[in-house]
């Protein structure tokens, strides 16, 4: 009898397609243009990240569209995964989860190689990104940290 196996992510988890650009403020104003997107306000983190050389203090910029399906757009910190891509526009793909370690755990059992997630006193929390040998970037994110995406949304719209 073969075992079923649990996927370590759930498709409906999937919530926005992040894209990491060299200048934020450009692309939400070049993405209004071209396809009407709305954004929230700028959000900014200033967040211990766990890196494959070790730990650094990164402040993290980013905007959510406001009109789905959701992109994040994450400006660009050169020297880290969050480096953007020439001619490459998706950079990761972002999913809900309700255990971070355990979702990342799983992932690298799945062949999803730990690539950078912030660390809360010593613990990895709040967000891993995990890579695949083919390219494809996951980035895990606690579902407490956003329970209500379209509230969160609603509060971050600019007035």
Known sequence: ????VTP????????HTGIVVPDLEASMARLAEVAGYRWTTIQSAELTIRLADGERILTL????????PHLELVQEIPGTPWTAAPRVATHHLGYFCDDVPATSKLLEESGFAFEAGAVLEGTPSLFAYHLDPSGVRIEVVDRGLIPDFP???RARTPR
């Open 61 to 68: 910029r980013y905007a959510y569209s406001l009109d789905g």
């Open 1 to 4: 009898m073969v075992k079923p």
């Open 151 to 153: 509230t969160y949304l």
């Open 8 to 15: 370590p992510l759930n498709a409906a988890d999937l919530y």
